[in-house]
């Protein structure tokens, strides 16, 4: 009977040290950036290229920029970023929907 004991005693401390690591992780701050900071971040991010591609585009019809290609590459950039901030956007209306339509 003290052989049960003594492994209960055992797994009641694992459980314990495994509880106490869990808080100290939940407790801990990141170590990175937090997803608001990333999420405008991409978005500033997605604005000036399409802020830098609208400039290009400008500066080529006004005869200023020659480089054809320099442009072409801008507006794909930016048409890049506008399509995957759409689908994040529509990712996450997606997720809240689904959530939002649980049973409860």
């Not at 480089?67 to 990712?91: C, H």
């Amino acid at each position: 009977m003290t052989t049960i004991g003594g492994l209960k005693y055992q797994v009641d401390q694992t459980h314990l040290k495994s509880l106490t690591r869990a808080q100290e992780t939940l407790d801990a701050k990141p170590s990175g950036p937090a997803f608001s900071e990333r999420l405008a971040d991409g978005l500033k991010s997605v604005a000036s290229a399409q802020n830098e591609a609208s400039a290009l585009r400008t500066a080529f019809e006004a005869g200023t920029e020659q480089n054809l290609a320099k442009v072409m590459v801008a507006q794909q950039v930016s048409s890049l970023g506008f399509q995957l901030t759409l689908n994040v956007r529509n990712k996450a209306l997606s997720a809240y929907k689904d959530i939002m339509n649980m049973p409860v």
